[in-house]
């Protein structure tokens, strides 16, 4: 299983960026997929899941709820990340995840496939 993530950036306090997971190997949309980003010496922490397109299911952090919105696009085989309202505390490494299986978890513990990473920087 490889992801390949990629959109991030550096970004102004109030900025938009969209990130972008794709894989080559597997059907993104067979699987729930998750959205986790980590800082220096913090713990990486879950920030949205989407599942199937058939469950229609959203999960997301209660810090960036209202503002990051998690998509498909199944015809390109990419889950996206779009993020408004940046925030500077938003600055981290972005990764995408799954465990192959239809559930969506904001838990850490619960993923065993990740992508590499994109770096998200909110700074004026």
């Known amino acids: 299983v490889q992801f390949v993530e990629s959109g991030g950036g550096l970004v102004q306090p109030g900025g938009s960026l969209r990130l972008s997971c794709s894989a080559s190997e597997f059907t993104l949309d067979n699987y729930a997929i998750a959205w986790f980003r980590q800082t220096p010496g913090k713990e990486r922490e879950g920030v949205s899941c989407i599942g199937k397109s058939s469950a229609r299911k959203r999960m997301y952090a209660e810090t960036v709820k209202s503002r990051f919105t998690s998509s498909r696009d199944n015809a390109k085989n990419t889950i996206y990340l779009q993020m408004n309202g940046l925030k500077p505390e938003d600055t981290a490494i972005y990764y995408c995840?799954?465990?192959?299986?239809?559930?969506?978890?904001?838990?850490?513990?619960?993923?065993?496939?990740w992508g590499q990473g994109t770096q998200v920087t909110v700074s004026s």
């Open positions: 995840a799954t465990d192959l299986s239809t559930f969506c978890s904001l838990l850490r513990a619960e993923y065993d496939h």
